[in-house]
């Protein structure tokens, strides 16, 4: 979530309210085709873009798993196991990515490797998911508006409990997390 926007002098200026935040609209097909505010994009169902980012530890056998808080717009309370939001309209998924691990997870400085861009259409949420893998050894600082609480899982785990329908994981997540496991064991990279 942005607090608020860059000025020349460097203060910073709220915007009027987050739903009125112009994203990048998307055809079903990934490619961008204008933009409209975040509030009719929900209310809409539109399609659009995330930027994600799955922080996983520098031997890359845990990922960082956190539960998002219940005043988040889609999906509160839910798990999940990326950093992410919504692309802002001109912006490019990575510099979204890398804004939302700043902003989620207190998380700069980190290289951010493209892992792979899924699409998710279900009830309340058309996206196409641009999903970048970052290692880090460092501190995580929650930004309390969005997240809860959160923790290191082993990946074998993190992987066992995708496929539980009764583990409370974000859908689209889900989604993500399955298919990144799926091209990490076709690469021979993955558990």
């Known amino acids: 979530m942005r607090r608020g926007l860059p000025c020349e002098a460097g203060d910073m200026v709220e915007p009027?309210?987050?739903?009125?935040e112009l994203v990048a609209v998307y055809d079903p097909g990934g490619m961008v085709v204008g933009s409209a505010p975040r509030r009719r994009v929900r209310a809409e169902n539109l399609w659009h873009g995330c930027g994600a980012v799955f922080l996983l530890s520098p031997d890359g056998d845990r990922a960082y798993v956190h539960r998002r808080t219940d005043t988040k717009d889609i999906f509160p309370g839910a798990l999940d196991c990326f950093a992410g939001g919504v692309v802002d309209a001109g912006e490019d998924p990575a510099d979204c990515?890398?804004?939302e691990l700043a902003e989620e997870l207190g998380v700069v400085g980190v290289?951010?490797?493209p892992a792979l861009v899924d699409s998710y259409d279900g009830p309340g949420l058309r996206v196409h998911t641009h999903l970048f893998e970052a290692r880090w050894a460092g501190e995580v600082r929650h930004q309390p508006e969005e997240i809860e609480s959160g923790w290191w899982m082993p990946l074998g785990e993190l992987r066992r409990r995708s496929v539980d329908p009764g583990w409370p994981l974000v859908p689209d997540s889900r989604q993500l997390l399955r298919e990144w496991f799926r091209r990490s064991a076709a690469?021979?990279?993955g558990t």
């Open 97 to 99: 990515a890398r804004r």
């Open 111 to 113: 290289p951010l490797r």
């Open 187 to 189: 690469s021979g990279r």
């Open 16 to 20: 009027a309210s987050r739903g009125d």
